[in-house]
Every structure is written in C-alpha cells, then in structure tokens.
C-alpha cells in the first residue's frame, strides 16, 4: 500500500487546484457558500475512484476526465450541504456548516447548485457523447438513491428494530452508491465495455459499504483525539448501526449506553462487545466485502492502477479515522 | 388563440398520465412527498413549451421527447418545494406544502430526488446523445441560474432601492431561463440547429421575464375571487416588483401601503399608478418582451406550432390570472 498515499496525495492536489478555478475563484455570495465547504479539504477519495477506475480501463484516460472525478466530488459535497442542513450540525471537516455560517435558505441553495454544477463538469469530461449520456444517467440515479438512503437513516432515529438487511439497503443507499457511481463513471467515460463497467460500479459498491462499516467501527473504537470526532456518539445517542443491530442478535442491549458516557462507560462497551464476538463479526462483514469486491476487479486485465483499487479497499476498512 | 387552451389542456392531460405512472405510483414515503405537489395541478406550461418547440423544429418530433417534456416540469416543481421551504410557505396550488405535510428534512428531499429524475427523464428522450448531451447541459445550467434568482429574490427582502437592471436579471434568472431552457431543450432533441436552439432559446427567455412581469400585475389587479390568492400581497409587504421600481423612478413611495390593505387603500394605489403612468410602462416592458420573443420566432418556418408559440407568449402578458 506504500504507493496509495502519495497517489491520493497528488489526487487531492489536482482536485482543489480545480475547486480554486471552478468554485473558489467565483464572484458573490451563493458561490462563495457553495465553495465553503468544497474547498474546506477532504480526501477527495470519489475523485481518486472516478481516476483509477478509467485507468484500469484505459491506461492514461483519467487526465481526459478530471472534469468527471471533480463531479463526484461536487456531488458529495452538495449531500453533506443538505444533511447538515437535516441534521443541523455545525461542524464539518473543521468549518463552521454553510447553513450555520450563513442560514438555512442559503444553505438549501448551495446545495442545489452544487447538484447542477456536478453534471455540467460531467458533461465537461473528454469523451463519447454516448459514454457521457450513460455517467449522467448513473449520476442522476445515484443522487436519487443516496436521498433514499438519507430518508431511510433519518426514519432509524425513532426505530429500536432495524434489520440487518434494513442497514445494509440504507448504507448501500447513502455511501454505497456514490463510490459505485465514481467506479462506473470512470469505466463507462474510459470507454470500457458493459461487463467493465460493472465489474468496477460493484467494486465501488460493496467498498463503499465496507467504508462505511468502518466508519461504524471508527466511532466506537478511536479515541477522540485521533479521529477529531466525538468518540462513541452513536452510542450514546444509540443509532442503530450494525454494531447495535449484531448486538442485539446476539442477546445484547446496547441502549442502556444511551447517556453521557465517561472513558471507562466506552471501555466496557467495548469488552462486552467483544466478548460477544460482535466486533469480530462486525470487522469479517466489512472484509468480506472488500474480498468480493477485489474479485470484482479481477475482470480487469493486471495494473497499477487495479492494485491501486484493490488498496483503497483494504485502507477503507483498517484505516481507524 | 382559439386553439391554445385545447392544446394546452390536452399535454397537461399528458404530462398528468406520465405523473401518475412515473411519480405517483411508485412505494415509499420519500416518493410520496415528491410526487405530492408535482400531482396537484398546475397549466403544464413548461412542457408545453418543450414539446412546441420540438415541433416547431420537425413537426411530429415532440411524441419522441414527452420524456423531457416532464423533465421540464419536475425542474420547476422541484425548485417550488424547496422555494417553499425557503420561504416557509404553507400553501401551493391548494394543497399543503410538502415540508408543512412531512417536515422540513423529507421538503429538502424530496425535492433533491426530482432534481436527480428530471436529468434521468431527460436522458429517456429519444434523440441523438450529442443532442441529450446538450439538453443536460441547458438543464443544469438553468437549475444554477434559478438558485441564483431566488438568492437575489431573496437579498431583495431586505433592501429598498432595488433598481430595474437589479430586478430584471432577477427574473431572467429566476423565471426565464427555466422556459429558456425548455424552448432550447425542446429545439435541441428535435434535431434543431445551432441557430434554431438559439432562436427557441431567445423566444423562452423573453417571454418568461414576460410571464413574471405579468404576475406582479395579477398580484395588484386581479381580484382575490378570481386569482384564488392574495390581493395586493407585494404592496402590502413593500416587494421590490417592477411596479415598486417604477413608481419610485416616477417619485411615487410605494412603501407607504406597507401594511393591512382595505380595498379602498388597494383602488387609491392603483388609481395612483395609473394616473402616474406607471402600469401602462410595466405593460409596455411586458408586451415589448412578447415582441421580441416573437421576433426570433420569425427564423423558424411559420407553422400551426410556431403560431401556438406565439400565442403563449401573448397569453402569458394577457392572462389576468
């Protein structure tokens, strides 16, 4: 994996350049709160898929799409506009949220002109006019998902009894779905075939998935300052996470954690968790993801950029924030 | 004009049968609150502007592209869920709005879901991809101008001495390009070329600044038994409309009528205007527009659909509601 961090690393670079002279570098008020956030940083690792997917295609096609891998980025960005918005949340990757900074009205606008912005820069990728009509169709029906998604976590907040196939179609929905696009995009606008494209859409599927599996874990098992984040919120405000779903399969109660939690709280948490075999259980769901998705991949013929895929999975579930 | 009001009721009908299968019919909660102003009526104008253009390019060509007729149509409903939320309005076309009968997180959206349809019924029309390419392209660049608009709307609350040029890019913004987009999306499927698309595009643009002139007349003029709203709203909230502009450049304080109106206080205001001269020179800019737009008609072979297009023109700065 020693190459994947110099290669998100140069992602990253190229990929807020392009935010500075699309978004950032943008006269009045309802660009400036819609590049608030965009330009805030990021790992901008949608971008890196849409890139490394083309190249797995066709060696050396990403520079014709950068315009695509900057779409998925947009696109992402326009979806934590309006949770942020849902949850009203004031922080996010270190800034104050947009509709907090500014107000909500401004913060539903920022949002819906991000969402147009990500299919003008789609149709601004070099590529077929067919293969750009397919990623827009992708583009449009993974948004139309991820509100789903957004819809469905939102409808958990008043529920003690979701499934585990409940958690998997919401994840899949929400985060899911975005990387399958990223995938799929780059494929499709790479000019690679209909069993290519969906090889690489369900490599960025179940990573996507796995990524958020983790994310799950991260919450529980990271120490705040690590992970710049609150540690064990959802615990605390017991959200049903597959965590608390395969504890609950497995006899135990994770709500009585619904309250301040001191160090020790989390501690035992954790070892009762683990006891169980639920953190196991829990971790093997995500890996097995990332192995289905890698066999996804061998479609591909060998490349760097394949293996580089393969290691975004695998740094999508041992990363620990 | 005799045969405007059939044909206009015959693609509402249309579009009301695509809702139903498309938008109505389909399972969930977040479908039923997108669907649920898009299903409450409305003229079905911006369809009708698609599908006349269509024709007006290769007569027959618009049973092919009914898709992005609806498209059109999901656009601007979209735009008036989210304006709703924004304004916290809670009535549109006499039924709840949707973030009053669900709440303000499922407003958002439900909204943000018909964004993400109307890019995927635009791609379902049957044309050439280069063509859909270019429609995307009108489409999302029309969605950023109407955030634009609806922020200048927005930063108008506030402010006084919001002059004509300030005003009329507003609307261009916030109501043209959107029938700006439907003529030229409409032009662009039916295989019209560059000059044709510009035409049609030319022809919306002006027509819908047109339409929103009209409106804030309506708003003055017609009787609340008749408009089925608010008489005198804008007045009575000191709005910063074309009528508001003019009467200040004509040395009338129209700031003074900033509270309860009684019907006298509304006939002493128009008398005034009238005397003054003010709503025959916002008639006139309205007209003047109709004019234009049906000048760059002129470049398309005179045809049943061309004359339709004028008729809407002209119906849109008659309509006395």
Known sequence: ??????????????????????????????????????????????????????????????????????????????????????????????????????????????????????????????????????????????????????????????????????YMEMVRKKTGVLYAAAAGIGAVLAGGNAVQVKALYSFGLNTGIAFQIQDDLIDLLTPSEKSGKDRASDLREGKQTIIMIKAREKGLDLLKYRHELSEADINTAIKELTDAGVLDEVKKIATDLVTASNRHLSLLPASRERQLLMDIGEYFVTRSY
Chains 1, 2 share one sequence.
């Open 1 to 166: 994996m020693s190459e994947l961090s110099p290669y998100l690393e140069s992602v990253a670079k190229e990929i807020d350049r392009m935010i500075d002279r699309y978004f950032v570098d943008k006269a009045g008020e309802l660009n400036k709160a819609s590049a608030h956030l965009l330009a805030a940083g990021g790992k901008r690792l949608r971008p890196a898929v849409v890139m490394l997917a083309a190249d797995a295609v066709k060696h050396g096609s990403s520079d014709d799409i950068m315009h695509a891998a900057l779409a998925l980025e947009v696109t992402h960005t326009f979806t934590l506009i309006h949770d942020d918005i849902m949850d009203d949340d004031n922080l996010r990757r270190g800034v104050q949220t947009v509709h907090t900074k500014w107000d909500m009205p401004t913060g539903i606008l920022a949002g819906d002109v991000l969402y147009a912005r990500a299919f003008e820069h789609i149709c601004l990728a070099k590529s077929t006019d067919e293969a750009k009509v397919k990623a827009v169709q992708m583009l449009a029906k993974a948004c139309a998902d991820i509100c789903e998604g957004q819809h469905m976590d939102m409808s958990f907040e008043h529920r003690t009894d979701v499934s585990e196939g409940e």
